[in-house]
């Protein structure tokens, strides 16, 4: 198995969100995904749901800055810990994120699984 795989996942999907382009995201997605944008919360399940959570991106939020490490690789399974720096639109308010993932890829490299913890804080 290409442990590669999962750091690469990570860094396309960090672009993504750097680049603030949710189609970017949606494409590093399975079509059944069972997305947690809260752990606990019930999961968005397909594209089409994660994609309603992503559109908004674009508008509220700018100068997306994030960084993210794998650091546990279980089988298909991998848990990062993730950092972005961004602020919010419209209020210009500077904000730090400081996360987890736990992420599931298939054999095509898209997600299938994808579950994410974070704090945040006004700086």
Known sequence: ??????????ND??????????????DL???????????????LIGKEKVQEVWQVVPQNQSDVRFSGEVIMIDGNTAIANWKVKRIRQP???RENIDGIFLFELNDNDKCVLFKQWRTSKIV
């Open 91 to 93: 209020s210009g308010e």
């Open 13 to 26: 999907f960090g672009k993504a969100w750097e680049d603030r382009n949710p189609e970017a995201v949606i």
């Open 1 to 10: 198995m290409n442990k590669d795989r999962f750091p690469n996942w990570l």
């Open 29 to 43: 997605l399975s079509s059944d995904i069972k997305y947690y944008e809260n752990a606990l919360e019930e999961p």
